[in-house]
């Protein structure tokens, strides 16, 4: 874990590449560029994706701004757009929500987008169920164009910048994705094995709200040099209690596949980013009373945090 180190400190050790952001200078401007690039590769995907996708309820893109390609960005003109790694139940969801709360940029987690699609019982829905509940990975193409459309509707409303969740999860998805637009920085985030699995197990959500609980709690003790993980359960409001359902691809068997997955498919993503220098590893210490506080430390976002609550 980076602990205790500032930016400039990883900056040293060469974790991160020489285009370091002031986050606190990232000023407005519309990924739009990246959008329309991104929405050019749907373009190009096979009839059936497209198909599917100009079928669904809302257009998948806009095909005039096709057109409207720009070059990249100079990233002290727009605000961050960061990638969020991590095994299932890591609690990526959690931390770029909080982060995107942070930093007012929209969380965008493709594993969302796809379980609208499948509630929207849309033309791809009946296709999507199948590869969830087993665990698989969505085609590439089909997970390029949810996101595609996500981010045309996002630019819409005059959404700036991103955390991507879940997505890039294979090496072609991570270049197409650097072949549309910059990612500044790529946090990995870093869990054992057996907490992960029950972390997933323990994972609840409100049918009512979306919120997201957990009522695993997990107490392992130090040991073989390995240092203790304490993480208390992340219990819903009274109102959210009789409303919890369980995500149909959270049962042990279907985690262990998930799990597989990520280490034969996504983890050389990390490598893709690491060398590239834009992968930050943190290793969570615990829940999110010990972990955001350091994840932020990591970020050189303490003192961030400090001036947006004193402006509250
Ligand atoms: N980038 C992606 N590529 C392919 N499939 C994806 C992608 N993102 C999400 N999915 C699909 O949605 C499911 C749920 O994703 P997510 O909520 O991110 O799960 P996890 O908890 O495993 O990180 C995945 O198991 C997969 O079927």
């Known amino acids: 874990m980076l602990m205790g180190r500032s930016y400039a400190g990883w900056l040293d050790l060469h974790i991160y590449n020489g285009n370091m952001p002031s986050w606190q200078n990232?000023?407005?401007?519309?990924p739009m560029a990246a959008i329309t690039r991104l929405a050019k590769r749907v373009s190009s995907l096979s009839p059936h994706?497209?198909?599917c996708l100009t079928n669904s309820h809302a257009p998948p893109?806009?095909?005039a701004s096709f057109r409207l390609a720009r070059p990249r960005e100079d990233l002290k003109n727009r605000r961050v757009q960061w990638v969020f790694l991590g095994c299932p139940g890591v609690g990526k969801g959690t931390y770029a929500s909080r982060l995107s709360n942070l930093l007012s940029v929209p969380h965008i987690a493709?594993?969302?987008?796809?379980?609208e699609e499948l509630a929207s019982s849309g033309p791809?829905?009946?296709?999507?169920?199948e590869i969830v509940k087993q665990g698989q990975l969505v085609s590439d193409e089909i997970i390029i164009s949810l996101l595609s459309k996500r981010l045309v509707a996002g630019e819409a409303k005059g959404e700036l910048g991103f955390i991507l969740d879940g997505f890039p999860r294979t090496i072609n998805q991570a270049e197409i994705l650097?072949?549309?637009t910059d990612i500044d920085l790529v946090i990995n985030l870093k869990l054992r094995e057996d907490v992960l699995l029950e972390k997933c197990l323990g994972r609840r959500i409100c049918n009512q709200c979306g919120g997201n609980f957990n009522v695993a709690s997990i107490n392992i003790k130090t040991e073989n040099g390995s240092p203790e993980i304490i993480m208390a359960p992340l219990l819903p409001p009274a109102n959210c209690m009789s409303k919890l359902i369980t995500r149909s691809d959270d049962t042990e068997a279907v985690v262990k596949e998930r799990l597989r997955i990520y280490n034969e498919m996504t983890q050389p993503v990390e490598e893709f980013y690491r060398s590239r220098g834009r992968l930050l590893e943190f290793n969570l210490?615990?829940?999110i009373p010990e972990s955001w506080p350091k994840l932020l430390q990591a970020l050189s976002l303490d003192d961030y945090e400090d001036k947006r609550s004193a402006a509250a």
Not at 110 to 115: I, M, Q, S
Not at 124 to 129: I, K, T
């Open 26 to 30: 990232l000023a407005l401007a519309s």
């Open 49 to 51: 994706a497209s198909r």
């Open 61 to 63: 893109y806009d095909a």
């Open 110 to 115: 493709t594993g969302d987008l796809v379980r």
């Open 124 to 129: 791809l829905s009946s296709q999507l169920s």
């Open 178 to 180: 650097e072949g549309v």
């Open 285 to 287: 210490p615990g829940g």
